[in-house]
């Protein structure tokens, strides 16, 4: 016997209970994504590996330690498994000039994949769902993601997320920063961890960023970007936190708030939860004014968010319900066998859900079959109803008995036994 194959670690099988959740969640989260007017945009999962190191930053964590990259051997290119999608979307536009037409709201669902330590809703095949609003300048914008989000968790009924804001400022302004971030973090080198010392001389604003208690009082010490920033980027942070405001929503000002990606300036946001341990983040972005002329295209502004769909599943409670047919459809005899594939599709025609048994057994079988699906109704077709174009229907969540009707009122005879009108709501 043969050792058995299983998944790549890190990236998980979704199987039928579970997938039915996922696909209850896109589905709102799809119809709440248009009701801001944000349209569906789809990259491919592969992209050139040039793309995320120009776009994200070459000394960033994504980019040293965990992209999927490989050299193509027919055309001897570096090729990368996305790692994250707004540089993706960001080249799509520029590579097809979706801005020649206005401003563009897209959004965008699908697996990314980084290569890290898998960990609780932490995976290295993970999915986010993303908004990215292209062409838009003002800190209104800004503030139309951020309350997007705080609608969807009221729409879930969810509590306890956290909203923290912090200003980048523009590209001068934060290279400014840097350099005396620099200067203060060499002073206390010898007490640093040993990642912030290889941050210190590759990215030294994710110091900011570290999780480790021992670094903290440091880090409480260093000056505070917020300080150093011009007029006009004070006025556009400004700008967002009055809309917020104003719609009543609470924040919190996090002056450590860096972001991993390089490509961020002015806004950026973090969505966080004590409800997932040390991986607090739901939802994450900010404002991306440069990236889109830095992968090719003219220069633009932008911001967008993404959030991972697995952290977000596991924040929404699971009811145990699972979506069920509307019929169970159950077939007796080699006439019957046949018949059941046009009676079924007759059905689905109208508008039905249906499961149609297949495999064969006896109707005593079937009808637990029927039953354990959670159909409220079960259609049976025998030798004798497919001699006489006709079909039986039987109610299986209330005592209504068993009738027959000719094939071609089965949908109004359903239709009336369930809702009491002709026709399916």
């Known amino acids: 016997m043969s050792d058995p194959i299983r998944a790549v670690r890190g990236m998980n099988d979704i199987l039928p209970d579970e ?3 996922w696909e209850t ?5 799809r119809d709440w994504l248009r009701s801001y007017g944000y349209r569906n945009v789809r990259t491919p999962i592969l992209e050139h590996t040039a793309l995320f190191r120009r776009a994200i930053g070459e000394a960033t964590d994504i980019v040293e330690r965990e992209m999927y990259s490989f050299t193509d051997e027919l055309n001897k290119e570096s090729l990368t498994l996305r790692p994250e999608a707004t540089a993706s979307v960001a080249r799509a ?10 401003a563009q709201r897209l959004y965008y669902i699908g697996p990314m ?3 890290e330590r898998p960990q609780k809703e932490r995976y290295r095949q993970f999915h986010q769902v993303g908004a990215e609003a292209l062409g838009f300048p003002g800190p209104d914008i800004d503030a139309e993601l951020l309350l997007m989000c705080a609608r969807l968790w009221d729409d879930l009924n969810l509590s306890g997320i956290r909203l923290q804001l912090n200003c980048l400022g523009s590209t001068a302004e934060r290279a400014a920063y840097r350099r005396s971030l620099v200067v203060y973090l060499q002073s206390v080198e010898e007490d640093l961890d040993e990642d912030s010392k290889r941050r210190l001389h590759t990215n030294p604003l994710r110091v900011l960023d570290s999780k480790n208690p021992a670094m903290q009082p440091l880090i409480a010490g260093a000056p505070r970007l917020l300080d150093a920033l011009g007029e006009e980027s004070l006025k556009h942070f400004e700008g967002v936190q009055a809309i917020l405001k104003d719609a009543g929503r609470q924040y919190e000002i996090n002056p450590r708030l860096v972001r991993g990606l390089d490509y961020y300036n002015l806004t950026v946001f973090e969505w966080v939860t004590g409800r997932l341990g040390a991986q607090g983040t739901v939802c994450a972005g900010g404002r991306y004014d440069g990236l889109l002329e830095q992968v090719g295209g003219k220069p633009a502004p932008a911001c967008g968010w993404a959030m991972g769909i697995e952290r977000l599943l596991a924040l929404v409670s699971d009811s145990g319900e699972h979506p069920c047919p509307d019929v169970y459809l159950v077939n007796q005899g080699e006439r019957a066998a046949r018949s059941a594939f046009r009676v ?3 059905l689905r025609e ?11 057994g006896s109707f005593k079988s079937q009808m637990k079959k029927a039953d354990a699906s959670g159909a409220p109704v079960a259609v049976i077709v025998g030798d004798e109803e497919a001699q006489a174009g006709e079909a039986s229907i039987k109610a299986l969540r209330e005592e209504r008995g068993q009738f027959r009707v000719p094939q071609e009122r089965l949908a109004d005879a359903i239709s009336d036994l369930l809702f009491g009108t002709g026709e399916k709501e």
């Open 344 to 346: 079924a599709e007759a």
């Open 93 to 102: 536009a520029a590579e097809h000039s979706l801005l020649y037409g206005g």
């Open 350 to 360: 109208a508008g039905f859900s249906v499961t149609q048994h297949c495999g064969g």
């Open 25 to 29: 969640l896109e589905e709102l989260l």
């Open 19 to 21: 997938a039915e959740r």
């Open 113 to 115: 994949y980084r290569h």
